[in-house]
Every structure is written in structure tokens, then in C-alpha cells.
């Protein structure tokens, strides 16, 4: 590999790290009484900015909602609807993949939105229309 190529790879990975660490620092602040499942969610915006998010649950049970769609919603309302990448973390399991309503939520910005995932120790990014395949759109 070249240097250029493994400069580019190192600088990667390092940027998803920063990701992660900021969707685990920021579980901590998830309110999940019912649950117990404390998620919290990093986006990375096209303009450079991350956006973080945990989720809120409610008595209500359905009123309850995901870190991702707390983060998107945190983006939009500064503006930013456009996205690079995103890391889901639960404070027991680690990096989690999206459930079906956010990734619905999360196609209406981004189709080639990334979700960081851990395989063998090393981060990898899947894309969202990977997971989310002929998606409903108006
Ligand atoms: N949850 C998220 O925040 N994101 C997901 O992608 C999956 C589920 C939350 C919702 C609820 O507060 C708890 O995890 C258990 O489902």
C-alpha cells in the first residue's frame, strides 16, 4: 500500500474513533427508565459538524424516540440535512445498527448516509440503502 493511501486510511479510522467516542460518551445522557437500553447516536454532518443525540422514552411507551432520530433532528434545526456518516452506541452492547423507523428517517436526508460498524476489531462503514433496499419516497 502506499504511504499516501495508508496516511489516508490511519486519518479514517481515526475520524470514525472520534465518532464513536462521541455516540458512547453521550449514552450517558440517554433517558431510558423503561428500557434500560441507553443509546446514544453521532452525526456527522457534510458541513464538518457533529451532531449527537440519546434516546428519550416516555410513560407512553410509543412517545419514545431513538438517539438517531434525537440527532437528526437536533442537525436539521441548525440547518445541516445533509449527512456523511453516523455512529449508534448502547452503553452495554456497544455500536448498534439503526431500527427500521430511523432508518426510514435517516434515508429522507441521506440515501448514502454511513453506518459505522465493528467487524473484527476494525471499524467498517455500511451504507444505508445497504440496509434499508427500495425504500419508500413521494
Ligand atoms: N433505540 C434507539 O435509540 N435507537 C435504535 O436504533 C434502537 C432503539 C431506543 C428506543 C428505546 O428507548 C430503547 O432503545 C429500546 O428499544
Same mark, same amino acid.
Given at each position: @500500500?502506499?504511504?499516501? =493511501? =495508508? $496516511? +489516508?486510511? #490511519?486519518?479514517?479510522?481515526?475520524?470514525?474513533?472520534? /465518532? $464513536?467516542?462521541?455516540? *458512547?460518551?453521550?449514552?450517558? +445522557?440517554?433517558?431510558?427508565?423503561?428500557?434500560?437500553?441507553?443509546?446514544?447516536?453521532?452525526?456527522?454532518? *457534510? +458541513?464538518? #459538524?457533529?451532531?449527537?443525540?440519546?434516546?428519550?422514552?416516555?410513560?407512553?411507551?410509543?412517545?419514545?424516540?431513538?438517539? !438517531?432520530?434525537?440527532?437528526?433532528? *437536533?442537525?436539521?434545526?441548525?440547518? %445541516? =440535512?445533509?449527512?456523511?456518516?453516523?455512529?449508534?452506541?448502547?452503553?452495554?452492547?456497544?455500536?448498534?445498527?439503526? %431500527?427500521?423507523? %430511523?432508518?426510514?428517517?435517516? @434515508?429522507?436526508?441521506?440515501?448514502?448516509? =454511513?453506518? $459505522?460498524?465493528?467487524?473484527? +476489531?476494525?471499524? !467498517?462503514? /455500511?451504507?444505508? !440503502?445497504?440496509? /434499508?433496499?427500495?425504500?419508500?419516497? /413521494?
Amino acid at each position: @500500500m502506499s504511504q499516501k =493511501k =495508508k $496516511v +489516508n486510511n #490511519k486519518k479514517k479510522e481515526q475520524d470514525l474513533e472520534l /465518532l $464513536v467516542g462521541l455516540a *458512547k460518551q453521550i449514552c450517558k +445522557n440517554a433517558y431510558a427508565p423503561y428500557s434500560n437500553f441507553h443509546v446514544g447516536a453521532a452525526l456527522l454532518g *457534510k +458541513n464538518g #459538524k457533529i451532531y449527537t443525540g440519546v434516546n428519550v422514552e416516555n410513560a407512553s411507551y410509543g412517545l419514545t424516540i431513538c438517539a !438517531e432520530r434525537s440527532s437528526l433532528t *437536533k442537525a436539521v434545526s441548525e440547518s %445541516c =440535512k445533509k449527512f456523511i456518516a453516523i455512529a449508534i452506541f448502547e452503553k452495554k452492547r456497544g455500536l448498534i445498527l439503526p %431500527c427500521g423507523a %430511523c432508518r426510514q428517517v435517516l @434515508m429522507e436526508f441521506s440515501p448514502s448516509l =454511513k453506518i $459505522v460498524v465493528k467487524i473484527q +476489531n476494525r471499524y !467498517e462503514l /455500511l451504507s444505508l !440503502e445497504e440496509l /434499508l433496499p427500495k425504500a419508500f419516497s /413521494l
